[in-house]
Protein backbone atom coordinates (compact mmCIF):
# COMPACT_ATOMS: atom_id res chain seq x y z
CA UNK A 1 0.00 0.00 0.00
CA UNK A 2 1.42 3.25 -0.70
CA UNK A 3 1.62 4.96 2.01
CA UNK A 4 3.61 6.76 4.90
CA UNK A 5 1.14 5.13 7.40
CA UNK A 6 2.58 2.44 9.86
CA UNK A 7 6.23 3.08 9.22
CA UNK A 8 8.59 3.90 11.84
CA UNK A 9 8.96 7.49 12.15
CA UNK A 10 6.40 9.00 10.06
CA UNK A 11 4.35 10.97 12.24
CA UNK A 12 7.33 12.45 13.64
CA UNK A 13 8.51 13.46 10.18
CA UNK A 14 5.32 14.83 8.93
CA UNK A 15 5.13 17.12 11.86
CA UNK A 16 8.69 18.56 11.08
CA UNK A 17 8.28 18.66 7.15
CA UNK A 18 7.13 22.07 5.45
CA UNK A 19 6.41 20.83 2.22
CA UNK A 20 4.01 18.49 1.02
CA UNK A 21 3.54 15.09 1.19
CA UNK A 22 1.55 12.88 -1.52
CA UNK A 23 0.75 9.59 -0.78
CA UNK A 24 -2.18 7.13 -2.34
CA UNK A 25 -4.70 8.88 0.05
CA UNK A 26 -4.48 12.04 -1.89
CA UNK A 27 -6.23 12.85 -5.26
CA UNK A 28 -3.03 14.11 -6.79
CA UNK A 29 -0.90 10.94 -5.91
CA UNK A 30 -1.12 9.78 -9.37
CA UNK A 31 -0.15 13.20 -11.29
CA UNK A 32 3.16 13.04 -8.79
CA UNK A 33 4.05 9.97 -8.53
CA UNK A 34 4.53 10.23 -12.56
CA UNK A 35 7.36 11.48 -14.56
CA UNK A 36 8.48 12.47 -18.00
CA UNK A 37 10.19 9.10 -18.46
CA UNK A 38 6.31 7.09 -18.68
CA UNK A 39 8.50 3.91 -19.17
CA UNK A 40 9.27 4.49 -15.58
CA UNK A 41 5.95 3.60 -13.91
CA UNK A 42 6.14 2.99 -9.92
CA UNK A 43 4.43 2.96 -6.83
CA UNK A 44 6.38 5.32 -4.11
CA UNK A 45 5.00 5.01 -0.39
CA UNK A 46 4.96 9.13 -0.86
CA UNK A 47 6.25 11.97 -3.18
CA UNK A 48 8.06 14.73 -0.88
CA UNK A 49 8.20 18.22 -1.97
CA UNK A 50 10.36 19.78 0.10
CA UNK A 51 10.79 23.54 0.41
CA UNK A 52 13.82 24.62 1.77
CA UNK A 53 17.50 22.41 2.67
CA UNK A 54 15.93 21.73 6.06
CA UNK A 55 12.97 19.89 4.60
CA UNK A 56 15.72 18.01 2.13
CA UNK A 57 17.32 16.62 5.33
CA UNK A 58 14.54 15.89 7.07
CA UNK A 59 13.29 13.64 4.49
CA UNK A 60 16.75 11.83 3.72
CA UNK A 61 16.77 11.15 7.39
CA UNK A 62 13.52 10.14 7.92
CA UNK A 63 14.19 7.73 4.88
CA UNK A 64 17.42 6.31 6.05
CA UNK A 65 16.41 5.76 9.89
CA UNK A 66 13.27 3.75 8.00
CA UNK A 67 15.22 1.47 5.43
CA UNK A 68 13.62 3.13 2.62
CA UNK A 69 14.55 3.42 -1.12
CA UNK A 70 15.05 6.65 -2.01
CA UNK A 71 14.84 8.41 -5.30
CA UNK A 72 15.49 12.57 -6.00
CA UNK A 73 13.85 14.21 -8.55
CA UNK A 74 13.92 17.15 -10.70
CA UNK A 75 12.92 16.75 -14.80
CA UNK A 76 12.35 12.99 -13.88
CA UNK A 77 14.31 12.42 -17.67
CA UNK A 78 16.34 9.71 -15.84
CA UNK A 79 16.13 6.90 -18.67
CA UNK A 80 16.61 4.10 -16.12
CA UNK A 81 13.80 5.37 -14.32
CA UNK A 82 16.53 6.23 -10.83
CA UNK A 83 13.36 9.34 -10.25
CA UNK A 84 11.18 7.37 -9.09
CA UNK A 85 10.92 4.43 -7.34
CA UNK A 86 8.42 1.24 -5.91
CA UNK A 87 7.53 1.37 -2.03
CA UNK A 88 10.04 4.37 -0.84
CA UNK A 89 10.05 8.17 -1.01
CA UNK A 90 10.39 10.75 -3.64
CA UNK A 91 12.55 13.70 -3.06
CA UNK A 92 10.92 15.97 -5.66
CA UNK A 93 12.68 19.03 -5.78
CA UNK A 94 10.96 20.70 -8.32
CA UNK A 95 8.19 22.13 -6.84
CA UNK A 96 9.53 24.63 -4.33
CA UNK A 97 12.96 24.56 -4.77
CA UNK A 98 13.81 25.02 -9.02
CA UNK A 99 15.07 28.76 -8.33
CA UNK A 100 17.96 30.68 -10.74
CA UNK A 101 19.49 33.37 -10.15
CA UNK A 102 22.33 35.53 -11.68
CA UNK A 103 24.76 37.26 -10.25
CA UNK A 104 26.49 39.83 -12.50
CA UNK A 105 29.07 41.05 -10.37
CA UNK A 106 30.32 37.66 -9.77
CA UNK A 107 28.85 36.73 -13.77
CA UNK A 108 27.40 33.24 -12.13
CA UNK A 109 24.58 31.48 -11.66
CA UNK A 110 23.17 30.36 -8.40
CA UNK A 111 20.75 27.23 -8.92
CA UNK A 112 18.78 24.88 -6.74
CA UNK A 113 18.81 21.35 -7.39
CA UNK A 114 15.30 21.51 -8.63
CA UNK A 115 16.07 23.64 -11.18
CA UNK A 116 15.39 22.77 -14.93
CA UNK A 117 17.10 23.76 -17.74
CA UNK A 118 14.86 26.46 -19.47
CA UNK A 119 15.42 28.23 -15.93
CA UNK A 120 18.84 28.44 -16.33
CA UNK A 121 18.44 30.02 -19.80
CA UNK A 122 16.16 32.26 -18.56
CA UNK A 123 18.37 33.44 -15.83
CA UNK A 124 21.51 33.28 -17.58
CA UNK A 125 20.65 34.36 -21.60
CA UNK A 126 18.92 38.22 -21.41
CA UNK A 127 22.48 38.67 -19.00
CA UNK A 128 24.38 37.54 -22.47
CA UNK A 129 25.33 34.64 -20.46
CA UNK A 130 25.21 30.65 -21.44
CA UNK A 131 26.57 28.01 -19.73
CA UNK A 132 26.75 24.48 -21.35
CA UNK A 133 23.85 21.95 -20.21
CA UNK A 134 21.47 19.48 -22.38
CA UNK A 135 19.25 19.83 -25.22
CA UNK A 136 15.76 19.62 -23.33
CA UNK A 137 14.14 22.53 -21.59
CA UNK A 138 12.48 20.53 -19.20
CA UNK A 139 15.53 18.25 -17.92
CA UNK A 140 16.55 18.55 -14.37
CA UNK A 141 19.60 20.68 -14.02
CA UNK A 142 21.13 18.20 -10.91
CA UNK A 143 20.30 15.32 -12.83
CA UNK A 144 21.92 16.40 -16.16
CA UNK A 145 24.90 17.79 -14.21
CA UNK A 146 25.88 14.82 -11.97
CA UNK A 147 26.08 12.59 -15.09
CA UNK A 148 28.48 14.93 -17.02
CA UNK A 149 26.37 17.12 -18.62
CA UNK A 150 26.40 16.80 -22.62
CA UNK A 151 24.81 19.26 -24.91
CA UNK A 152 25.01 21.79 -27.95
CA UNK A 153 27.95 23.41 -26.55
CA UNK A 154 29.76 21.13 -25.27
CA UNK A 155 32.73 20.74 -27.68
CA UNK A 156 32.98 24.63 -26.95
CA UNK A 157 32.60 24.86 -23.00
CA UNK A 158 33.18 21.36 -21.88
CA UNK A 159 30.77 19.14 -19.97
CA UNK A 160 28.18 20.70 -17.47
CA UNK A 161 29.62 19.53 -14.63
CA UNK A 162 33.05 21.71 -15.96
CA UNK A 163 30.81 24.39 -14.83
CA UNK A 164 30.80 23.51 -11.14
CA UNK A 165 32.45 26.09 -8.72
CA UNK A 166 30.53 26.14 -5.44
CA UNK A 167 28.22 22.91 -4.23
CA UNK A 168 25.77 22.65 -1.32
CA UNK A 169 25.46 19.15 -1.05
CA UNK A 170 22.76 16.70 1.56
CA UNK A 171 24.60 13.56 1.55
CA UNK A 172 23.04 9.96 2.20
CA UNK A 173 23.55 10.25 5.75
CA UNK A 174 21.63 13.64 6.00
CA UNK A 175 24.65 15.65 6.48
CA UNK A 176 24.99 18.91 4.69
CA UNK A 177 28.66 19.33 2.91
CA UNK A 178 29.70 22.48 1.64
CA UNK A 179 32.61 21.94 -1.89
CA UNK A 180 34.87 23.88 -3.47
CA UNK A 181 37.95 24.30 -5.06
CA UNK A 182 39.25 25.31 -1.18
CA UNK A 183 36.93 22.34 -0.10
CA UNK A 184 37.04 19.73 -2.92
CA UNK A 185 35.37 16.24 -1.11
CA UNK A 186 35.64 13.34 -3.35
CA UNK A 187 33.33 10.61 -1.97
CA UNK A 188 30.72 13.04 -2.12
CA UNK A 189 30.82 14.65 -5.68
CA UNK A 190 30.93 10.78 -7.09
CA UNK A 191 30.27 11.05 -10.87
CA UNK A 192 30.25 14.52 -11.03
CA UNK A 193 33.81 14.58 -10.97
CA UNK A 194 34.57 13.59 -14.22
CA UNK A 195 36.52 16.21 -15.17
CA UNK A 196 38.05 19.79 -13.61
CA UNK A 197 34.07 20.58 -12.25
CA UNK A 198 35.42 23.69 -10.41
CA UNK A 199 36.57 25.81 -12.98
CA UNK A 200 34.96 28.98 -14.03
CA UNK A 201 31.79 31.00 -15.12
CA UNK A 202 28.97 28.95 -13.50
CA UNK A 203 27.72 28.02 -9.95
CA UNK A 204 25.45 25.26 -9.35
CA UNK A 205 24.34 24.67 -6.05
CA UNK A 206 22.61 21.24 -5.90
CA UNK A 207 19.16 22.01 -4.49
CA UNK A 208 19.68 20.53 -1.53
CA UNK A 209 20.78 24.31 -1.42
Not at 17 to 29: A, L, R, S, T
Not at 132 to 145: C, N, R
Amino acid sequence: MSTLDGISGAQDFKSKFQGDIVDNKCEDYHEARSIWNKDADKYPHAVVRPKDIEDVVAAVRFARDAGLLTSLRCGGHSYQGHSTCDDGIVIDLSTYMGKVVFDPSQNVVRAQGGALLGNVDRAAVPNGRVTPAGIVSHTGLGGLALGGGIGYLTRSFGLTCDQFIRLRVVTASGEVVHVSEKRKCRPVLGAARRRRQFRHRHRFRTAHA
